[in-house]
């Protein structure tokens, strides 16, 4: 990043914006957009890797966001001990009898050859499914009736959910890996279509997988990580009782406060180290040959690199930090809801964020994570404050104005079409562009 005083100035702008929000509003609501914008140029970082280095567009965002959140998931919460005793030895030897499968489908592909090798992974597939589906169904159905309407899953490790944090960069990067070694090599639209589909049959799992993540039943209470304390036990401390005491507020929002910030602080410290990484990966060799490759791919082909294997290893570095951010965002939701994962939130957005702040230029996808994260939070505010305004002249009564106030939530498609126009217009390549 050039440290010119355009570019300060905005993040400058940003701060001060989160300033008259804590002020006119509340420091809470200040703390939980700040949240909501960490993360977002996280996942903005993920993808700009990918577009910005490499040219390849993903457009199945949302499946790598929600593996990270299924991972969080399953590694913090703690087992359900009688689905485990229900159905857990049937899914084990299900998932023992999958890999006999593919490992058996493999050997067939590398061993044999012509009609032959196609008759037979057709023979191995057909048996190994039904044989599969025989153990597995029992115990789905098992794990699934106990105590459906507390847990009905088979619960997760209890570990400490920050490990969770580096499953999801892992299953999101495994996933990339499966998808990139499928579709990359051809025409960049396969790998659009590849990860479109990936994404809405990650969703459509977890949706109806409830022995796995309890479905669109939701998964609640997922616990903090150590450096977040629990309000209540805040309220309940002498410490913080008298400091709020000491500051005139009351001991339930410097709470809510305390929280927030940890969370702030803890999102903070991994933007800046998968920000610094991003750096000193672009600026070495590797970035400058990979955003030549993205500049021309013959030519960077005929002096001998490797342009399928790159754009493979960018992929899936790309997708494993919108895997973490993904972790991050359920994490601070506490809840794991499969149904909130919807394209226009976890996959345009993302889109819109990388191009706004500058595609190829990390401080630029962070710029635009918090840009337009900041107004996709405020939007609505601001278009009830904005309707407010132009229909004060109105009778009380009024139809026109009744109906432009309950309209005014969806000023968020407009105000996000609106910023998109104007950054396009005027800094096609972003507010930060590529140096």
């Known amino acids: 990043m050039t440290f010119n005083l355009r570019n300060i100035s905005m993040f400058a702008i940003m701060a ?49 966001v929600a593996l990270g959140g299924v991972a969080a998931t399953l590694v913090s919460i703690p087992p359900v001990q009688g689905a485990i005793a229900a159905g857990g030895s049937g ?25 032959t090798r196609k008759l037979t992974i057709t023979a191995i597939s057909i048996v190994s499914f ?10 789905v159905d098992a794990i699934e009736s106990f105590d459906s309407a507390g847990t009905g899953n088979l619960g997760g490790l209890n570990m400490p959910i920050l490990f969770g944090w580096l499953l999801g960069g892992l299953l999101a990067a495994g996933a990339a890996w499966l998808v990139g070694k499928i579709s990359l090599g051809l025409r960049s639209d396969y790998l659009a279509i590849a990860t479109l589909g990936i994404s809405e049959i990650i969703i459509a799992v977890l949706k109806n997988e409830d022995w796995l993540t309890r479905g669109v039943k939701n998964v609640n209470g997922l616990p903090r990580p150590f450096s977040v304390p629990y309000e209540v ?32 602080a803890l999102f903070a410290i ?23 490759i993205r500049d021309n791919e013959t030519a960077a082909e005929a002096m001998g690199k490797n342009v399928t294997g790159r754009h493979l ?40 964020m990388v191009i706004v ?45 009744s109906h432009l106030l309950k309209s005014a939530a969806h000023m968020r498609l407009m105000m996000m079409g609106v910023i998109l126009l104007l950054v396009l217009r005027f800094t096609p390549k972003g507010l930060i562009p590529e140096k």
């Open 16 to 64: 001060v914006m989160f300033i008259l929000v804590g002020v006119f509003n509340s420091w809470s609501t200040s703390l939980f957009i700040l949240n909501f914008c960490l993360i977002s140029a996280v996942m903005s970082l993920g993808v700009n890797i990918q577009w910005g280095y490499a040219g390849l567009l993903n457009v199945g965002i949302m499946g790598f």
């Open 91 to 115: 899914i084990l030897f299900s998932a023992f009898l999958t890999a006999i499968a593919i490992a058996a489908i493999y050997f067939a592909y590398k061993k044999l050859s012509g009609g």
């Open 130 to 139: 039904f044989v599969i589906r025989y153990y597995f169904d029992p115990a």
């Open 233 to 264: 036990d805040i309220q309940q401390s002498a410490y913080w009782i008298d400091m709020a005491e000491r500051w005139g507020v009351s001991v339930v929002e410097l709470s809510s406060l305390v929280v927030k910030f940890s969370y702030a």
């Open 270 to 292: 991994v933007l800046l180290i998968i920000l610094y990484l991003s750096e000193k990966a672009l600026a070495s060799p590797w970035g400058r040959m990979m955003r030549a």
């Open 313 to 352: 290893q960018v992929f899936i570095l790309g997708s494993a930090v919108v895997g973490i951010a993904g972790a991050m965002l359920t994490t601070l939701d506490g809840l794991f809801t499969p149904t909130a994962y919807q394209p226009l939130r976890y996959t345009f957005l993302i889109w819109v």
């Open 357 to 401: 702040g500058g595609s190829g230029n990390n401080w630029g996808a962070v710029l635009g994570g918090f840009v337009v994260g900041f107004f996709w939070i405020q939007a609505e505010p601001i278009g009830l404050w904005a309707m407010d305004v132009i229909t004060s002249g109105m009778a009380e009564d009024s139809d026109l104005r």
